[in-house]
């Protein structure tokens, strides 16, 4: 197994086949019971692990408070809601519903994209960027707070936000099906107020091994892809089952050959 030095995440594993990288998914290096670890990827090393709420104040402001992505997110719920988006079937939704609806169709929230499948989150990670080095970052869910796997998370935002500056550790929240992308995605969401650390405006937890950070060098990603595609059927058509997902996957930028495997 090689290492890799970096600038954000400190040494991190640099597997060289895809054999290599399963390994470390399901080896247990956290020192607790059970082996559940949410997974991002990201196909640039070199970001940090930002929220889309605070990449987009960012661009204004030099610097970015708590209070900065309050005003912002409070003031997306009403301009939601009253555009008719806060309901499902007739039915109005919660906050961190909407929240989550609208994260999934592109909308910047303080709601950080994580997959409980980390064939999932390999894909975000290899999709991009080929001729970068990306990142795998798998957290151990027994160091997240917040909601409870498989529970409605049903919380008003002051409720989902409240002593946020209190924890050291992101909050989770699985919210129910509102889109056919959650689903196949296999999406959650972590959130935190902001972190003061390099790694990004995400906290992650402090804990020794509660974060796995795996290092996909661009030969490894050219690999990955084509098993995933050829192996798992994953890839963008399967991951975004809606009008728009069928759009971009058919879009110029698309290779023609992607929507089908044979």
């Given at each position: 197994?090689?290492?890799?030095?970096?600038?954000?995440?400190?040494?991190?594993?640099?597997?060289?086949?895809?054999?290599?990288?399963?390994?470390?998914?399901?080896?247990?290096?956290?020192?607790?019971?059970?082996?559940?670890?949410?997974?991002?990827?990201?196909?640039?090393?070199?970001?940090?692990?930002?929220?889309?709420?605070?990449?987009?104040?960012?661009?204004?402001?030099?610097?970015?408070?708590?209070?900065?992505?309050?005003?912002?997110?409070?003031?997306?719920?009403?301009?939601?809601?009253?555009?008719?988006?806060?309901?499902?079937?007739?039915?109005?939704?919660?906050?961190?519903?909407?929240?989550?609806?609208?994260?999934?169709?592109?909308?910047?929230?303080?709601?950080?994209?994580?997959?409980?499948?980390?064939?999932?989150?390999?894909?975000?990670?290899?999709?991009?960027?080929?001729?970068?080095?990306?990142?795998?970052?798998?957290?151990?869910?027994?160091?997240?707070?917040?909601?409870?796997?498989?529970?409605?998370?049903?919380?008003?935002?002051?409720?989902?936000?409240?002593?946020?500056?209190?924890?050291?550790?992101?909050?989770?929240?699985?919210?129910?099906?509102?889109?056919?992308?959650?689903?196949?995605?296999?999406?959650?969401?972590?959130?935190?107020?902001i972190s003061e650390m390099q790694r990004g405006s995400l906290k992650l937890p402090v804990e020794n091994n509660a974060n796995l950070f795996i290092a996909i060098t661009a030969k490894l990603k050219?690999?990955?892809?084509?098993?995933?595609?050829?192996?798992?059927?994953?890839?963008?058509?399967?991951?975004?089952?809606?009008?728009?997902?069928?759009?971009?996957?058919?879009?110029?930028?698309?290779?023609?050959?992607?929507?089908?495997?044979?």
């Open positions: 197994m090689n290492y890799l030095q970096t600038d954000l995440f400190g040494e991190v594993f640099q597997p060289e086949s895809f054999l290599e990288l399963i390994e470390l998914v399901i080896i247990n290096n956290s020192g607790k019971f059970g082996n559940v670890r949410l997974w991002r990827g990201q196909s640039d090393i070199d970001w940090p692990i930002h929220s889309g709420a605070y990449r987009k104040l960012i661009k204004s402001k030099s610097e970015i408070l708590e209070e900065d992505i309050l005003y912002y997110e409070r003031s997306l719920i009403k301009q939601a809601r009253h555009k008719g988006y806060g309901k499902l079937y007739g039915n109005e939704i919660s906050d961190s519903e909407l929240l989550a609806k609208l994260q999934h169709h592109g909308a910047a929230t303080r709601l950080v994209d994580f997959s409980k499948n980390a064939l999932v989150g390999l894909w975000f990670c290899v999709q991009a960027n080929q001729d970068k080095t990306g990142v795998l970052l798998g957290v151990h869910t027994n160091f997240v707070g917040g909601g409870v796997e498989g529970v409605l998370e049903d919380r008003d935002y002051n409720d989902l936000t409240k002593n946020l500056n209190a924890y050291d550790h992101p909050m989770f929240i699985e919210t129910p099906v509102v889109s056919k992308r959650i689903a196949a995605q296999h999406g959650v969401f972590l959130y935190s107020d050219l690999d990955c892809r084509r098993l995933l595609i050829d192996c798992f059927d994953i890839r963008n058509e399967t991951l975004f089952p809606d009008l728009d997902g069928f759009s971009n996957a058919n879009s110029a930028n698309s290779d023609r050959n992607d929507m089908f495997r044979w």
